[in-house]
């Protein structure tokens, strides 16, 4: 059996790489794995067993033995993945502003970083897999096939943003200063800080649509499969 393709799709926080990654990954016909849910069912964990984000050795053992499942969505109420923390659907829970609060936190943990790796590589499946975050193509997996990086101003991802949590009583001032400090939390920390790899192509989305996106990525994959086959 042939080496399974790996699209890794990494950027900041409400660039549309879920959106954009799970619409690439149903045209090729591949999984799609969006790695950042693992970091958040560590934070929510930690948030229901009391455990401080700061905490690097309750962290490392939550990564280590985290029981969680993902799968495609089966509810249409905007999220694109089903996750399934100790048998219980967390999906939702997963977006709670409480867990937005410390999830930057608990992934800049160099323990939590090194627990994760391995499980964000053993989602790879053939005949491939579309993988997004905010180091897949740097740290997770070097060696992918193709390598995006989506962007947006901060701006235009606070909109996003607010529209995908669905909450109307939250300030879209607060959205934004939300998304202004994740920028600034992701980029500077000391472990894997998110960055474009040198060798990704980045696209620029805020005046393009979902759809022009997609076909740009499955251009891309498709050029490239030809040129090595």
Do not use: H, W
Not at 106 to 127: G, M, Y
Not at 135 to 156: H, W
Request: proline content about 4%; glycine content about 8%; overall charge neutral.
């Amino acid at each position: 059996m042939s080496k399974p393709v790996v699209i890794a799709i990494d950027g900041p926080a409400g660039a549309g790489k879920s959106t954009v990654g799970l619409a690439v990954a149903d045209r090729l016909g591949y999984f799609f794995f969006d790695t950042g849910v693992l970091y958040r069912a560590v934070a929510l964990e930690a948030l229901r067993k009391g455990i401080d984000s700061r905490d690097a050795r309750e962290l490392s053992s939550i990564a280590s033995t985290l029981d969680v499942v993902v799968g495609p969505s089966s509810v249409s109420d905007g999220r694109v993945c089903d996750v399934i923390l100790g048998g219980n659907d967390v999906s939702r829970a997963l977006r709670s502003p409480e867990v937005n609060a410390i999830v930057s936190s608990i992934a800049e943990s160099t323990v939590v970083r090194a627990r994760l790796v391995d499980a964000q590589r053993r989602q790879v499946c053939p005949p491939g897999t579309v993988m997004v975050g905010r180091d897949i193509g740097t740290i997770v997996c070097p060696d992918a096939d193709l390598k995006i990086y989506l962007d947006a101003r901060a701006e235009e991802r606070a909109l996003r943003r607010a529209r995908q949590d669905g909450d109307e009583s939250r300030p879209y001032a607060e959205v934004l200063a939300g998304i202004v400090e994740r920028d600034r939390i992701d980029s500077t920390r000391t472990v894997a800080p998110l960055a474009q790899a040198i060798d990704a192509l980045r696209i620029q989305t805020d005046d393009l649509s979902i759809g022009q996106v997609v076909d740009r990525i499955v251009a891309s994959v498709r050029s490239g499969l030809r040129t090595t086959s």
